[in-house]
């Protein structure tokens, strides 16, 4: 049997995050009223114009410095001619020859390992309509609705070399994306909504061989998971096909995540012929160097320098500086937490949000702008273990506390739950002679050298004292009370 | 009154010698007396246009009336009007009223104008005779046997019949200067960009522009202080400072009022292309311009000769594409019966559309489909190019440049209508103007067997007030433009 | 070169125009008639012609990223009072397949 090697390339639709549409002034909010969001440009009424919104192109200036791409100084809007139903104009205008991001890379991991994806362009377009096929309450006897709400959002179409080698990568390739455009906030990367969805481009062909195979575009993948096990049959479908004496057949296919399968979509088998030309009603779309320039210095600093950054300024691990910029919110939550804590507490500020806080939003499916704890109150209670106010043990509870919201700081709830370790050592004395008066049998045990019996004698010191004592300072005192 | 210039109606108005009820009443009887023959208008709404007539006569009672206040205007009904049916001359729109206002009817209800009806034009502007339109052709009022010339056909037969005191028009390769050289009227279409188009329904967006058609220069001066301005609806409206389209034609500038002048008479012109009665016609004129002081420079636009072909390029793929929203989903013609999806786009649209622009349609989607593109569609722009340029070389040597505008009157109704491509080189001299962008106006210039012939006055970029005053000091000191076709009352 | 009645059935149904075999041949006459007119440019040598797509040598303009109309049902009523067929604020099509 062959080896074979899959080759990926992806093309992402990223929903900008603008007030109105690329080329009117509808808003672009989602889940209005069926076409309540759809004016007169947008349904495409004979004799409306395109006018385009500057903050589209901000968007696609912001990505394209982040990518580290060419801004192309004079891009161009171009007509792609097709008829749909929730294409009102019977054209999309897009851009084709000259897009207005060329080139660019976008860093990976995968594990521990690291490499870059080639981006061959990012170009602006428009969103078409949607069509629904059935709605609660409406009976369209058999037939399909066209809502117009969502046609004419503006659209960052990012485009990948066929650089990926397996649906890891692709995965990996996504989620990086993903969490870019949200952090340079360029999309807001819902893609329940649809506002972050993937086409992978997927062929094999056996190791070795220079010509890619043909390839199958697998359209709106919407999410990680998905996308993986939609590459994942794809690649054995078009393997088990290629060995069977089969050949592949360019097309688009859709995956049913019920059945965890694609086909090819019947309504694009008819040969596209998109007739691209630029729209006469667009002028070509010019950016010169002070735009560029203004717009970088509006630019939140990037995942590698911040991660870069951390991993310098705070001491941390390249791995862990890395999770913790998985997203603006984390890293910005992050050096909070240290500006409260102290930056000693910079590692145990690290331990805590990649860790602790990590795992509670995880359980409860909610993201770090959602989290109970804010930065302010998680690095002050990690400056009461620094400072040996509490133990690490109370501080989960401490943790608990804030996340149900028992008390607005770390401070209140150590005092109004009794929570400050016990570091009096004449109140600890006393305490461990009653220990040892109570549990004269395990005593008996440790002098007959069993040493599990003075872990079992802790155990109850530190019970006795609920927790709130220094297991350094219990321990230290039993041994030189058992002497 | 019917023969009234624009601002001795507006003087009449704002004296309060005639109210504009009472104008827009005269008017529209007329259009009811004489369209059933001309079929120049397509909607009529007397409730409507007397309701605008009330209004402007209250604003003139209060003494805020302008140049326009209270006079009727035809338009085109390429251009949406709120409320009114607004067809295109097409079938696909003939149930569509439209829901808003497009820019110049818009500017024409601010300045006070009273919209008197939509009038009839070749089906989606496509057409050189307004044979195509689905309302049926027009006759032209100088013969009611021969075309008007088009696509702004109803609009010139209506302003030539004085059906209407003037009307709009767009010109995308000829349709205002055309129809009013073949019914004896000045007809303008202005720089590219100078009016909006927004709520002008597309046929070839980057040469479509609208324009005034009116009795004379004069009158277009003042329509088009109406008609143009900056539109931040329309990406392609020239962001410039307003001006007085009339300010040059007031002044009294003497027996050589162009003295100075130079007028480029370009070789390609004055070929064997014309009539040889159209082209003594318009030799007439270059002598009675030298009388009026200009002079005359020997020119060449080598490249014009392609222009027609270029055009039959550019302008249906971009036409193409533009109709393409004529597909029976959200307004306009749906086929009464189709088995499915693509059934019910091929059925609306073909029977929704004419032949003239299902042939143009077809066109446009071969020239621009996969393989052919570089062939005809970048070649036609590059020729464009070769064509401004030419244009940019003549206007080193000249200040306005000189011709026929058609190379015949008015010809029969039907005559060409069989032959597309004879129905095509009747705008060879119309054309290239459009590719250039440039401004153009025709007057007319004279009689050939009682049908009147049209002279073309092509400017510079934004040149339109000279040009202006170039036409009207010719009307000053002519009378072709006064000649009225007979029976008309 | 010359248009055949294969192209002539591709070109219409990429338009989406219904064409009957009769229409067919006919319009094929008419094209290649045009498209002799239009072949005169193909004898132009317009090598390092820039193309010219529009007839002003000018940049896009922008508009400020801001909504001006919006949530309008008022508006929805007016622009499907001209619609062919629509329900609960849908516009009505055959069935769509993926």
């Known amino acids: 049997m062959k080896a074979w090697e899959v080759v990926i390339g992806i093309e992402t639709h990223a929903q900008l995050s603008t007030q109105a549409k690329i080329f009117s002034g509808s808003a672009t909010a989602f889940g209005a009223a069926p076409n309540v969001q759809a004016n007169a440009v947008d349904i495409a009424l004979p004799g409306v114009l395109p006018v385009l919104n500057k903050g589209a192109v901000e968007c696609a200036i912001k990505f394209g410095l982040a990518v580290g791409a060419k801004i192309a100084p004079r891009s161009v809007f171009a007509r792609k001619n097709y008829f749909y139903p929730d294409l009102p104009k019977g054209y999309q205008i897009s851009q084709y020859e000259l897009p207005v991001v060329l080139g660019g890379q976008l860093a990976i991991s995968l594990g521990e390992t690291e490499r870059t994806v080639n981006l061959t362009r990012a170009h602006l377009e428009e969103d078409a309509g949607k069509s629904l096929h059935e709605c609660p309450g409406a009976n369209f006897h058999g037939r399909t609705g066209i809502d117009l709400n969502r046609a004419g959002t503006p659209l960052l179409e990012i485009v990948t070399e066929p650089d990926m080698r397996s649906s890891a990568e692709a995965v990996a390739y996504a989620r990086a994306l993903h969490a870019l455009v949200r952090w340079i906030g360029i999309c807001d990367g819902n893609m329940q909504e649809g506002s972050f969805r993937c086409d992978a481009n997927v062929s094999v062909r056996p190791v070795g061989q220079a010509e890619f195979g043909t390839r199958r575009e697998i359209k709106n993948l919407n999410s990680f998971r998905f996308m993986q096990q939609a590459i994942d049959y794809e690649v054995q479908w078009q393997i088990a096909t290629l060995e069977d004496g089969g050949s592949i057949e360019q097309a688009t296919v859709l995956f049913d995540p019920q059945s965890g399968e694609t086909r090819a979509m019947r309504s694009k088998e008819d040969a596209h012929d998109y007739r691209y030309f630029p729209d006469p009603d667009l002028l070509p779309l010019l950016i010169d160097r002070q735009w560029v320039d203004e717009t970088a210095a509006r630019m939140p600093e990037l995942p590698a320098a911040r991660r870069d950054r951390l991993a310098a300024e705070y001491g941390l691990s390249a791995y862990d500086a890395r999770l913790l910029t998985a997203s603006l919110e984390l890293a910005t939550y992050y050096e909070a937490a240290v500006a409260a804590a102290g930056k000693s507490g910079a590692k145990a500020c690290a331990n805590w949000v990649m860790v602790d806080l990590t795992a509670r939003l995880n359980k409860e499916d909610r993201e770090i702008g959602q989290s109970p704890v804010s930065a302010e109150q998680l690095g002050g209670m990690i400056a009461r273990i620094a400072d040996g106010t509490i133990s690490t043990n109370i501080a989960r509870k401490v943790f608990d506390a804030l996340w149900n919201r028992e008390g607005d700081s770390a401070d209140e709830i150590i005092t109004s739950h009794g929570l400050q370790q016990i570091t009096d050592s004449s109140e600890l004395e006393a305490l461990i002679e009653e220990v040892l008066a109570t549990n004269a049998t395990m005593v008996a045990e440790f002098r007959t050298g069993k040493e599990k019996a003075f872990n079992a004698l802790v155990g109850q010191a530190m019970k006795a004292t609920r927790g709130k004592a220094n297991p350094q300072q219990v321990n230290a005192l039993l041994r030189k009370k058992l002497g | ?489 | 070169m010359s248009l055949t009645i294969d192209q002539v059935h591709r070109v219409a149904h990429l338009a989406r125009i219904e064409i009957s075999d009769s229409e067919a041949d006919r319009t094929l006459g008419q094209l290649n008639e045009i498209f002799a007119l239009i072949e005169e440019m193909q004898a132009v040598d317009t090598q390092g012609v820039e193309p010219m797509a529009h007839a002003q040598d000018v940049a896009q303009r922008l508009r400020a990223d801001r909504v001006t109309e919006s949530g309008q049902t008022d508006q929805r009523t007016a622009f499907q009072s001209v619609a062919p067929e629509t329900e609960a604020g849908l516009y009505l099509v055959p069935r769509v397949i993926e």
């Open chain 2, 1 to 489: 009154m019917i023969e009234h210039s624009l601002q001795a109606l507006g003087t009449a108005l704002a004296a309060r010698e005639v109210s504009s009820v009472e104008l827009t009443r005269l008017y529209l009887d007329r259009v009811a007396q004489h369209n059933p023959q001309l079929n120049a208008f397509i909607t009529v709404d007397e409730a409507a246009s007397l309701a605008q007539a009330r209004a402007a006569d209250a604003r003139l009672a209060r003494g805020e009336g302008g140049p326009l206040t209270g006079i009727p205007i035809a338009h085109k009904d390429i251009f949406c009007a709120k409320g009114w049916l607004t067809t295109c001359g097409s079938k696909m729109l003939s149930n569509f009223v439209s829901p808003y206002d497009a820019a110049v009817i818009a500017r024409f209800t601010a300045a006070g104008a009273v919209l008197l009806g939509k009038t009839n034009m070749d089906e989606f502007a496509m057409g050189s005779s307004n044979e195509t339109s689905f309302y049926g052709p027009v006759k032209n009022p100088w013969d009611a046997a021969r075309v008007p010339g088009g696509s702004s056909g109803g609009s010139a037969a209506a302003v030539a019949a004085r059906l209407a005191p003037a009307a709009t028009g767009t010109d995308t390769g000829g349709s205002i200067r055309q129809p009013a050289a073949l019914c004896n009227l000045t007809g303008m279409k202005p720089t590219y960009g100078v009016v909006s188009r927004f709520g002008m329904i597309a046929f070839a967006s980057s040469l479509d522009q609208a324009g005034p058609l009116a009795r004379s220069a004069a009158d277009c001066a003042l329509l088009l202080n109406a008609m143009a301005g900056f539109d931040e609806r329309d990406s392609t409206s020239l962001e410039r400072a307003p001006e007085d389209y009339c300010r040059e034609l007031a002044a009294d500038a003497g027996p050589l009022p162009l003295a100075g002048l130079k007028i480029g008479l370009p070789a390609e012109f004055f070929g064997s292309g014309s009539s040889p009665e159209v082209m003594q016609l318009v030799e007439a004129a270059v002598a009675e311009y030298r009388k009026l002081g200009a002079q005359t420079v020997a020119i060449s636009l080598p490249s014009m000769q392609l222009s027609v072909a270029a055009y039959y390029v550019i302008a249906p793929a971009e036409a193409s594409s533009n109709l393409a929203r004529f597909d029976g989903v959200r307004y306009g013609y749906r086929a009464p019966q189709y088995d499915d999806l693509n059934d019910m786009y091929g059925k609306s649209r073909a029977q929704g559309f004419g032949a003239e622009v299902k042939r143009r349609i077809l066109i446009g989607t071969y020239v621009l489909s996969h393989g052919y593109y570089d062939a005809y569609y970048l070649q036609a722009q590059r020729i464009r190019r070769l064509i401004a340029n030419d244009f940019a070389k003549a206007f080193e040597q000249c200040d306005v440049i000189l011709g026929p505008t058609s190379p015949s009157t008015a010809f029969r109704l039907g005559e060409k209508a069989a032959d597309p491509v004879q129905m095509y080189l009747s705008d060879i001299y119309t054309i290239a103007v459009n590719l250039a962008g440039l401004p153009a106006i025709s007057i007319p210039c004279g009689f050939v067997d009682g049908l009147p012939a049209g002279l073309q006055l092509i400017g510079n970029y934004f040149a339109e007030s000279g040009l202006l005053n170039v036409a009207h000091r010719y009307q000053l000191a002519s009378e072709w433009h006064l000649q009225q076709p007979a029976g008309l009352v």
